[in-house]
T-cell receptor, first 115, second 112 residues
């Protein structure tokens, strides 16, 4: 069964450093998402991406964040200058797009630890 | 999207049915009820969705009241692996670019 994959599973970085979190969505899906979950808190939406551009973003997704689909398979989240409060699980998700049921398929997550 | 209210936690005995309630009294006519779950530290997993009719799939059943102001997710024979946080989410259907808004969910503990 196809699934969303994410790498790395755990990323440790120093405050102020740039990090790139990588995701491979399900191959025929058209919509891509990033969510995050700070330990013990709710899952929060960050951004959705369709047709090579951002379709929706939350207040969390400020200028320190960017997303990219550099090729036909990868979807990345970049944090330019990490802060302590960026420590969280980051989940990538994808959905089939129009004609589907709106179900989003989530990856296993990347745990980001900012020291 | 309409707001949902769920109990913060529930227990269920292994092998018994788990009935998880959700209130969504402000739901509008074009909004569907979706259920996801999150097993500890894993990504959320889609379970089921419905508009106004009851729905069943291999994972669960969804019962929506006639006025659509509440619903119940039923796991007919809960196993230990069903221990998770269950989220009830109301959103417009088939607008695939829409974000999911997760609340606190119900933490279901299935006990042997």
């Amino acid at each position: 069964e196809p699934e969303v994959t994410q790498t790395p599973s755990h990323q440790v970085t120093q405050m102020g450093q740039e990090v790139i979190l990588r995701c491979v969505p399900i191959s025929n899906h058209l919509y891509f998402y990033w969510y995050r979950q700070i330990l013990g808190q709710k899952v929060e939406f960050l951004v959705s991406f369709y047709n090579n551009e951002i379709s929706e973003k939350s207040e969390i997704f400020d200028d320190q964040f960017s997303v990219e689909r550099p090729d036909g398979s990868n979807f990345t989240l970049k944090i330019r200058s990490t802060k302590l409060e960026d420590s969280a699980m980051y989940f990538c998700a994808s959905s089939p797009g129009t004609g589907g049921i709106g179900e989003q398929f989530f990856g296993p997550g990347t745990r980001l630890t900012v020291l | 999207d309409a707001k949902t209210t769920q109990p913060p936690s529930m227990d269920c005995a292994e092998g018994r049915a788990a009935n998880l309630p959700c209130n969504h009294s402000t739901i509008s006519g074009n909004e569907y009820v979706y259920w996801y779950r999150q097993i500890h530290s894993q990504g959320p997993q889609y379970i089921i969705h419905g508009l106004k009719n009851n729905e069943t799939n291999e994972m669960a059943s969804l019962i929506i009241t006639e006025d659509r102001k509440s619903s119940t997710l039923i796991l007919p024979h809960a196993t230990l692996r069903d221990t998770a946080v269950y989220y009830c989410i109301v959103r417009v259907h088939n607008n695939a670019g829409n974000m999911l808004t997760f609340g606190g969910g119900t933490r279901l503990m299935v006990k042997p």
